[in-house]
C-alpha cells in the first residue's frame, strides 16, 4: 500500500516507475468508474504510450485492455 496527499501521484506516477522497472502485472484500484478510466488514459499518455497495450482498466460490464 502507498500512502500521501492528494494530488501527490500516487495513482499517475508510481504504476509507470512500477512499469519502467519492468513490473508487468500492475494494479491500481479507484472508487469511480470515471477515475479509474481517465487514470488509465493518463498513465498511457505519460508514457507516450509505450505501454500502450499493457495500460488498461476493468470496470464492471467493461474492459480496455490487451495483451497479459
Do not use: H, M, W
Not at 13 to 29: S, Y
Not at 33 to 49: D, F, G, K, P
Request: include cysteine; hydrophobic fraction near 30%; proline fraction near 3%.
Amino acid at each position: 500500500l502507498i500512502a500521501g496527499d492528494t494530488g501527490c501521484g500516487k495513482s499517475t506516477q508510481i504504476p509507470r516507475f512500477l512499469l519502467e522497472a519492468g513490473f508487468d502485472k500492475i494494479a491500481c484500484t479507484q472508487p469511480r468508474r470515471i477515475a479509474c478510466i481517465s487514470l488509465a488514459n493518463r498513465v498511457s499518455y505519460e508514457t507516450l504510450n509505450e505501454y500502450d497495450n499493457q495500460v488498461g482498466y476493468q470496470i464492471y460490464f467493461q474492459q480496455e485492455f490487451e495483451g497479459n
